[in-house]
């Protein structure tokens, strides 16, 4: 289920997750709305532990959100001039986050560091803004 956050709670929520090591099951709440109209494609989890999500904003590609196993690296892309951003999350603790908040599109921001090999992480990915809100998919698997 798709569920609508603050940038802040987005962060919040990851470091629960991470922390708690749980799985993620939640409505929306009382945030921000986000966007409407919002749809994840969610690729497979590949053997080398990396996944894909794109996002589209009313049936148009908006970007993506990839974490890459090879390299441990967090990469948010924002391809559409919408005025929204694009947040890639990954539940380390602290969260890892990759966003292009308050860039202009296209923009891609990537970020990296070494993990232990061969652990699980909780992947997501958010569209928005501050004053919408964000729209964030599912929790998926990753691993390092």
Excluded: Q
Excluded at 14 to 19: I, L, N, S
Excluded at 24 to 51: E, H, M, N, Q, Y
């Amino acid at each position: 289920m798709k569920i609508s956050l603050g940038r802040k709670s987005a962060h919040i929520l990851g470091t629960a997750v991470a922390t708690a090591g749980l799985v993620l099951s939640i409505g929306a709440g009382t945030a921000a709305a986000g966007p409407s109209g919002v749809r994840f494609d969610v690729g497979p989890k590949l053997s080398d532990g990396s996944r894909e999500i794109d996002i589209y904003l009313n049936n148009k590609y908006a970007g993506y959100g990839k974490w890459t196993a090879n390299g441990d690296t967090l990469t948010a892309h924002d391809s559409a001039a919408d005025g929204y951003g694009i947040g890639a999350y990954l539940g380390t603790n602290p969260v890892r986050e990759a966003g292009t908040f308050g860039k202009s599109a296209p923009f891609t921001k990537n970020v990296g560091g070494d993990l232990g090999e061969d652990k699980n992480y909780n992947f997501w990915v958010c569209i928005g803004s501050n004053s919408a809100g964000l729209t964030c998919s599912d929790v998926y698997s990753v691993t390092s």
